[in-house]
């Protein structure tokens, strides 16, 4: 996780603690210190999504793909 979020501050050019509360959902990385995110992302990507959304890359559809179903 710690090199997740230092890749993406470097690239945005802020700190690693704006980094985390602005650009990253929370529940993605409670997803991700939970496994959730790995399971999903390895068994989860569904096809219907992808086709739907063609035009976006594939990070976009898999964090759209993770988001999804939990928008309450």
């Not at 704006?18 to 496994?35: E, F, M, N, T």
């Not at 569904?46 to 993770?66: C, G, I, M, N, W």
């Amino acid at each position: 996780m710690v090199a997740a979020i230092a890749h993406v501050w470097k690239k945005l050019g802020n700190t690693p603690a704006v980094c985390r509360k602005s650009y990253i959902h929370p529940q993605v990385i409670d997803a991700y210190l939970d496994g959730s995110l790995i399971r999903q992302i390895n068994g989860e990507i569904d096809k219907a999504l992808q086709a739907r959304y063609e035009h976006l890359t594939p990070e976009e559809s898999l964090v759209l793909a993770f988001l999804k179903p939990r928008l309450i």
